[in-house]
């Protein structure tokens, strides 16, 4: 009932920096728990970032700590992914997903989010 619309991706410079979005329409995720997940071709869709339904507790893959942020704001049904110093290896089409959480868990796997945006495509040359 919810839908997930991802943007911000694009072309970029290894080392630069991109911030991706994702916004909800159809349904508040005020509480919803989010995540960020991404995919290349041939590839399993691989766990970025993952942030609670109330922003207080986030957790990363190895790939992305120390370089990548995830956030939400609530009041505009949007969370964010900050990816900065990125890699030619962080080439993949990201996507958000959610589900409802009445606890402050955050999730990394798919098969536990139940709503996915279309994807943005993410490119980094070298």
């Known amino acids: 009932q919810v839908q997930l619309v991802e943007s911000g991706g694009g072309l970029v410079q290894a080392g630069g920096t991109l911030r991706l979005s994702c916004a909800a329409s159809?349904?508040?995720?005020?509480?919803?728990?989010m995540g960020w997940f991404r995919q290349t071709p041939g590839k399993e869709r691989e766990f970025v970032a993952a942030?609670?339904?109330?922003?207080?507790?986030?957790y990363y893959a190895d790939s992305a700590k120390g370089r990548f942020t995830i956030s939400r704001d609530s009041a505009k049904t949007t969370v964010y992914l900050q990816m900065n110093s990125l890699k030619p290896d962080d080439t993949a089409v990201y996507y958000c997903?959610?589900?409802?959480?009445?606890?402050?868990?955050?999730?990394?796997?798919?098969?536990?989010?139940?709503?996915w945006g279309q994807g943005t495509q993410v490119t980094v040359s070298s």
């Open positions: 159809g349904r508040t995720i005020n509480n919803f728990a």
């Open positions: 997903a959610g589900r409802y959480s009445t606890y402050g868990y955050y999730y990394t796997s798919g098969g536990q989010y139940d709503y």
């Open positions: 942030i609670n339904w109330s922003g207080a507790r986030t």
